[in-house]
């Protein structure tokens, strides 16, 4: 099985030809189903004893919509909280932010990816976050006010319905090569913002680094790159979540592929609404 872009998708187990604990599937675009039963040969008992069940696209779809409706009622309430009390933007960003980010790494090195309790609590914490920064961009750093956050929502959706009719009809095939060059692409917009945070933090730059978040040209030009990459990176989840339900994956593993597509997501929708941002301010 290839590998994934995105990191939650990447610590999958893996094992030779499929998911490791899951049967060896037929990995790679276009490949034919897998050959007798990998699942039951695997999981000789589980047919028996019920315990699971081959993983299909319905899980995918509702463990994703679960998971983005949770990110969305909190990120609702949390936008209007903070409306009523700016005091609570900053600690809402903080505690989301990193919440999130520490719940992403317990999925990912703790291999616990398909772990509903840990999927939807980062749904929880990143829509507190979300929450709040939309406040902060759409009213402070700029004035696009809500009609900018709906504009930034309507261009993830469209961005993620777009990508998905590409993969869908096969416009752009997810090679290996192709893989390759999306993980070195994120490795390095990832490295060059973290620089360009650090320089700021020094005060280079009048305390804007590189200037790749100041508002000027190289920022916008830097938000496009990240919009293009998270799209691409949507080619590759998609396909490692057809892989998963080619080797029979049990259909828990919709959680690790609905935190992986909401990662994504939540980055686009970032990196959108903060290009939007760059347009509306004064």
Partial sequence: MRESSNPVFRSLPKGQGGYAQFGTGAAGYGAQAVQADPYVTQYPDQQQTGVSRPLTIDDVVTKTGVTLAVVTVVGVISYFLVSQNTALMMPFVLIGALGGLAMVLIATFGRKQDNPAIVLSYAALEGLFLGAASFLFANLVSTGGPGMIAQAIFGTVGVFVGMLVVYKTGAIRVTPKFTRMMVAALFGVVAIALL????????????????????????????????????????????????????????????????????????LYLEILRLLSYFNSD
């Fill in 196 to 267: 360009n945070f650090v320089l700021a933090m020094f005060g280079v730059g009048g305390g804007e680094g590189f200037g790749l978040r100041s508002g000027g040209p190289l920022a916008i030009i830097f938000s496009l790159v990240c919009i293009g990459l998270a799209a691409f990176m949507f080619l590759i989840d998609f396909d490692q979540a057809d892989q998963l339900i080619r080797a029979g994956a049990p259909s828990k593993a919709a959680w690790g592929v609905a935190l992986g597509l909401t990662v994504t997501l939540v980055w």
